[in-house]
């Protein structure tokens, strides 16, 4: 695979895709960041936006790792002791998980938010930006009916920082998307340049493959959970036979969650897939790309109980590491 096609393999959505082609040409070096609320378990979204950070570093890029604790304050998630706590546990997970440490730049924000040069391009941002536009940057991330004061300096924060973490390349879930166009259109405003960024899908609610799937409602695969839940959580999963399963009687878009799972958290990270079957259900299958599993599964030669046993299989090898990681951290407390 060319630099380009793994920089953006599995990628919702690049802005500009010009600007991306321009840093696939030489990506040795080049800074891509993401940033996350800390949070004391990973679940799937966070790993479905690490699998691409390996790409790029797989790519020759160098990753910044962005332990958002000031943004996780402003968004109430706890006190800044707690916030740090949690963001230690992350960390370590991220490296169990595979992010390599020494590729890997963990830089905490409160490192550098509150120094003075930062919080004074801050206010210049809350003085250029209008009420209504950052509410709306703000919309899918906070998604609660009364922003405060707090919720609007978010994405202005999120702004500088593609500047100050000296990035090449921003790097987010679709979620982040509005937040980004914010960037690219105020950066400029303070004299800084406009970055390109890259956003990683949303995988559908995994028991109707409906919306999101999310870890405040719905079921979420973490790296809390055990082998059994696990297997519990993707049986009960809903796995039609294709890709493009029809609306729910209201009209609601559906997906099949089952395949994405394996197209954006399975097939990332294995060369190979092996289906295992007794020999009188036609014995194992073997995978090396996406697509002739979703054709399998299409065509009927590959069932969705097989499909869903093997998924349980390969997310509980990915998530074992930081699971055996976890235990350990809570065992020192
Ligand atoms: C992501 C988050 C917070 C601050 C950031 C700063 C720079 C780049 C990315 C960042 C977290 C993210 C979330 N907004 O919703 O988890």
Redesign the pocket.
Known sequence: MDAYDLITRNAEEVVTDEEVRELAEDPEGKRA?????PSGVLHLGHLLTANKLIDLQEAGMEVVV?L?D???YL?DKGTFEEIRETAEQMKAQFIAYGLEEDQTEFVY?SEFQLDEEYVLDLHELEVSTTLNRAQRAMAE?QGGETAKVSHVV??L???L??EY?D?DL????L??RK?HMLAREELPELGYDVRPALHTPIVADLTSGEGKMSSSEGVTISMEDSTEELEEKVNSAYCPPTRDPEPDEDGNERKNPVLELFEYHVFPRFEEITVERPEKYGGDLTYEAYESLAEDLESGELHPADAKGTLATYLDELIAPGREKLRELRAEE
């Open positions: 960041y993401v940033g996350y609320e962005l958002a000031v943004h996780a968004n924000g991330i978010y994405p924060m999120q702004t920082d593609i973490l990035l921003a790097v987010g879930g979620d982040q937040v």
